[in-house]
C-alpha cells in the first residue's frame, strides 16, 4: 500500500493566487480528514469526510478555504484567494471507520508558501 | 474544548536512557489516545493507538499508557538510540468513537545525544 498520498509536496504561491492541495486516501479507508500545521497553533482539524460526504467543516478559518471529496480515492483542499497568514503545513489523513477505531494515516503533507 | 498539552516542549538526553514523555488531556470521555512521531519536514508516523478500554500497548522499545482518570498518557521508550530523535505528538478521539478526528498537542522535540 502507497499509504495516503498527497501533492504537491511544496508549493509557492503569490498573496491572491488559487491554490488547491490534492490528496488520495488509502484504498478501503471511508474517513478522509484535512490537518493544518503551524507552530503557533500546532496541529488542527480542518474539515473531515465519511464515505465522501463533509461531515464536519467547522474548523475551516474562512469562506476562503473549501474542500471537496469528488469520489472514495481523491479529495482537494481549496483557498482563493491565498494569503501569507494562510502559509502551513496541510496534512491530509485517512482511517476506516468501523465499530472499533484502528487509529488515522497520515500523508506527508504539502508545505504551503504564500508570498 | 478538549485540550491536549505535551511537557516538556523539549527534551534533550545521552543515548542510552529510559525516557518518558508526557501528554494530559482535559476530558476524560476519550476514545481513543495515539502517539505520532514526526521528523523534520516529514509527516507524522502512527507509533501506538489505546483504545479507551486499554491500559497499554507496547511495540518495540515503546510502551504508551492511558489513565483517564487523572487525564494522563505517557510514552516510555527504552534503550534511547539517536534514530529516535524527533518530535512526538500525542493526540486524542473525542467523538464518534474516536473517528471524528483528532485533537493534537504540540508535540515535544526529543532530541537524543549520541
Known amino acids: 500500500d502507497a499509504g495516503v498520498i498527497q501533492s504537491p509536496r511544496h508549493e509557492v504561491t503569490e498573496m491572491g493566487q488559487e491554490v488547491t492541495l490534492r490528496c488520495k486516501p488509502i484504498?478501503?479507508?471511508?474517513?478522509l480528514f484535512w490537518y493544518r500545521q503551524t507552530m503557533m497553533r500546532g496541529l488542527e482539524l480542518l474539515i473531515y469526510?465519511?464515505?465522501?460526504?463533509?461531515?464536519?467543516d467547522s474548523g475551516m478559518p474562512e469562506d476562503r478555504f473549501s474542500a471537496k471529496m469528488p469520489n472514495a480515492s481523491f479529495s482537494t483542499l481549496k483557498i482563493q484567494p491565498s494569503e501569507p497568514r494562510d502559509s502551513a503545513v496541510y496534512f491530509c489523513?485517512?482511517?476506516?471507520?468501523?465499530?472499533?477505531?484502528?487509529?488515522?494515516?497520515f500523508g506527508s503533507g504539502t508545505r504551503l508558501t504564500v508570498v | 474544548k478538549q485540550e491536549v498539552t505535551q511537557i516538556p516542549a523539549a527534551l534533550s538526553v545521552p543515548e542510552g536512557e529510559n525516557l518518558v514523555l508526557n501528554c494530559s488531556f482535559t476530558?476524560?470521555?476519550?476514545?481513543?489516545l495515539q502517539w505520532f512521531r514526526q521528523d523534520p519536514g516529514k509527516g507524522l508516523t502512527s507509533l501506538l493507538l489505546?483504545?479507551?478500554?486499554?491500559r497499554e500497548q507496547t511495540s518495540g522499545r515503546l510502551n504508551a499508557s492511558l489513565d483517564k482518570s487523572s487525564g494522563r498518557s505517557t510514552l516510555y521508550i527504552a534503550a534511547s538510540q539517536p534514530g529516535d530523535s524527533a518530535t512526538y505528538l500525542c493526540?486524542?478521539?473525542?467523538?464518534?468513537?474516536?473517528?471524528?478526528?483528532?485533537?493534537f498537542g504540540k508535540g515535544t522535540h526529543l532530541i537524543i545525544q549520541p
Open positions: 489523513a485517512s482511517s476506516f471507520r468501523t465499530g472499533v477505531h484502528y487509529g488515522y494515516t
Open positions: 493526540a486524542g478521539g473525542y467523538s464518534g468513537g474516536g473517528a471524528d478526528g483528532l485533537t
Open positions: 469526510f465519511n464515505n465522501n460526504v463533509p461531515i464536519d
Open positions: 484504498s478501503g479507508h471511508n474517513s
Open positions: 489505546i483504545q479507551s478500554s486499554q
Open positions: 476530558d476524560s470521555a476519550i476514545y481513543n
